[in-house]
C-alpha cells in the first residue's frame, strides 16, 4: 500500500463516482480502477458496492475512510512542522477551528500571541466538529475552539469566551419598532437558522433560547456559513439569530441588530483539548483565550448597523 492507492480510494470516497474521481486526479478511468482493486487484495475486504448506478463504500470502506483522511492530516503537519523550524520557530501549536468562531476574539488572540510569543508558531485548521474531535483524540491538534461542550470523555471543554445574541432583522420589518424584541414576536415571523450537521454547537445553543416558549418556530431557510444567513436576511427571507460579533463583521446596510427582551442570551465559545497535563506553550495559549476581550459592555444599546 502506498500514498497513490491512498489518494485513488480518498477521490473515490469523496466523489462516489469513478470518472469524477479519475478526472480529479488527472488519471484514466482504468488506472484509478486498478488501484482500488489492488488496495481492495491487499486489505482483503472490498471497499466499493458499484453497478451501473451508483458508487457506495462498504462497511469496511466506511471504517477505511476514517483513518485515511488523517494519514494526508499527520503528513500535511509534518511538513508544516519542518518549515515551521526551517523558518525559525522554537515551537509549534496547532489548533483547530469549527463552526464559525468570532473573527474580533480569534484575531484579539491571535496578536496577543504572536506579540507575547514570536517564537511559537499558530497553525490553525478549518474543520468540522466531529473532525476536529478525532484529530484532537488522536493528537493530531493541541487544542480547539468550538461553539460544542460535548466533546466526549477523553477530551475537555473550557468556556473561552460569551457573545451577546441578537435577531438580524431586515432594515424596514415592522419588528424594529421595537427597541428590544420578545421571544413570542420573533417567532411570529420565519427564520433563517443555522444548519445543525454543519454547525453542531451553535445551532444547538440557538435551539436551547427558541424552545424558552411553546411557539413553534417557523424555519425559512437552513444555511451553513454566516454570510449566506445575512444574506437571505437582508432579501427578506426571514429574522436570522447570530451574535453581535458576527452581524457587524458583516456589516451589511440592509440589516439591523436588535437584542432580544429580557435577560440577553450568550452564544459560547468552548477552547478543547485533551484532559491531562498540557504543554507550557499550550497552558499559556488558553490563559490568553480566557481573558475577556476588550470590547463594548454587554448592556450597550445593539441598535447598530451601517448607516443607521
Same mark, same amino acid.
Given at each position: 500500500? %502506498?500514498?497513490?492507492?491512498?489518494?485513488?480510494?480518498?477521490?473515490?470516497?469523496?466523489?462516489?463516482?469513478? +470518472?469524477?474521481? +479519475?478526472?480529479?486526479?488527472?488519471?484514466?478511468?482504468?488506472?484509478?480502477?486498478? +488501484?482500488?482493486?489492488?488496495?481492495?487484495?491487499e486489505?482483503?475486504?472490498?471497499?466499493?458496492?458499484?453497478?451501473?448506478?451508483?458508487?457506495?463504500?462498504?462497511?469496511?470502506?466506511?471504517?477505511?475512510? %476514517?483513518?485515511?483522511?488523517?494519514?494526508?492530516?499527520?503528513?500535511?503537519?509534518?511538513?508544516?512542522?519542518?518549515?515551521?523550524?526551517?523558518? @525559525?520557530?522554537?515551537?509549534?501549536?496547532?489548533?483547530?477551528?469549527? !463552526?464559525?468562531?468570532?473573527?474580533?476574539?480569534?484575531?484579539?488572540?491571535?496578536?496577543?500571541?504572536?506579540?507575547?510569543?514570536?517564537?511559537? /508558531?499558530?497553525?490553525?485548521?478549518?474543520? #468540522?466538529l466531529? #473532525?476536529?474531535?478525532?484529530g484532537?483524540?488522536?493528537?493530531?491538534? %493541541?487544542?480547539?475552539?468550538?461553539?460544542?461542550?460535548?466533546?466526549?470523555?477523553?477530551?475537555?471543554?473550557?468556556?473561552?469566551?460569551? %457573545?451577546?445574541?441578537?435577531?438580524?432583522v431586515?432594515? =424596514?420589518?415592522?419588528?424594529?419598532?421595537?427597541?428590544?424584541?420578545?421571544?413570542?414576536?420573533v417567532? =411570529?415571523?420565519?427564520?433563517?437558522?443555522?444548519e445543525? @450537521?454543519?454547525?453542531?454547537?451553535?445551532?444547538?445553543?440557538?435551539?436551547? &433560547?427558541?424552545?424558552? *416558549?411553546?411557539? !413553534?418556530?417557523?424555519?425559512?431557510?437552513?444555511?451553513?456559513?454566516?454570510?449566506?444567513?445575512?444574506?437571505? &436576511?437582508?432579501?427578506?427571507?426571514?429574522?436570522g439569530?447570530?451574535?453581535?460579533?458576527?452581524?457587524?463583521?458583516?456589516?451589511?446596510?440592509?440589516?439591523v441588530?436588535?437584542?432580544?427582551?429580557?435577560? *440577553?442570551?450568550?452564544?459560547?465559545?468552548?477552547?478543547?483539548?485533551?484532559?491531562?497535563e498540557?504543554?507550557?506553550?499550550?497552558?499559556?495559549f488558553? /490563559?490568553?483565550?480566557?481573558? $475577556?476581550? $476588550? @470590547?463594548?459592555? +454587554?448592556?450597550?444599546?445593539?441598535?447598530?448597523?451601517? @448607516?443607521?
Amino acid at each position: 500500500m %502506498d500514498l497513490r492507492h491512498l489518494r485513488c480510494f480518498l477521490a473515490v470516497a469523496e466523489e462516489l463516482h469513478f +470518472a469524477r474521481a +479519475a478526472e480529479r486526479l488527472h488519471i484514466e478511468q482504468s488506472p484509478l480502477s486498478r +488501484a482500488i482493486k489492488e488496495l481492495e487484495e491487499e486489505l482483503g475486504a472490498r471497499l466499493f458496492d458499484r453497478n451501473t448506478r451508483s458508487t457506495r463504500l462498504t462497511r469496511a470502506g466506511q471504517v477505511f475512510m %476514517d483513518y485515511v483522511p488523517r494519514v494526508f492530516a499527520a503528513l500535511t503537519q509534518a511538513r508544516d512542522s519542518v518549515r515551521s523550524v526551517s523558518a @525559525g520557530y522554537q515551537g509549534q501549536l496547532r489548533i483547530a477551528l469549527s !463552526e464559525g468562531i468570532s473573527q474580533a476574539r480569534l484575531t484579539a488572540l491571535l496578536s496577543r500571541c504572536r506579540e507575547e510569543e514570536p517564537d511559537t /508558531e499558530i497553525r490553525l485548521y478549518e474543520v #468540522q466538529l466531529s #473532525q476536529q474531535i478525532r484529530g484532537l483524540e488522536s493528537d493530531l491538534y %493541541d487544542a480547539g475552539l468550538s461553539q460544542s461542550s460535548e466533546v466526549g470523555e477523553t477530551l475537555l471543554s473550557i468556556p473561552a469566551w460569551n %457573545d451577546p445574541m441578537v435577531v438580524a432583522v431586515p432594515r =424596514r420589518h415592522p419588528l424594529l419598532a421595537h427597541k428590544t424584541l420578545p421571544l413570542d414576536e420573533v417567532l =411570529r415571523y420565519p427564520l433563517v437558522l443555522f444548519e445543525s @450537521g454543519a454547525c453542531e454547537g451553535c445551532s444547538r445553543q440557538v435551539s436551547r &433560547v427558541l424552545r424558552a *416558549t411553546d411557539r !413553534e418556530p417557523i424555519v425559512a431557510e437552513l444555511v451553513v456559513s454566516q454570510d449566506l444567513m445575512v444574506t437571505l &436576511v437582508a432579501a427578506g427571507y426571514g429574522l436570522g439569530i447570530s451574535t453581535e460579533a458576527q452581524v457587524s463583521t458583516s456589516c451589511h446596510p440592509e440589516i439591523v441588530m436588535r437584542p432580544l427582551a429580557g435577560c *440577553t442570551p450568550v452564544l459560547t465559545t468552548y477552547l478543547i483539548r485533551r484532559i491531562g497535563e498540557p504543554s507550557a506553550a499550550l497552558q499559556r495559549f488558553v /490563559e490568553r483565550a480566557l481573558v $475577556p476581550a $476588550p @470590547g463594548r459592555a +454587554a448592556d450597550e444599546a445593539l441598535d447598530t448597523s451601517p @448607516g443607521s
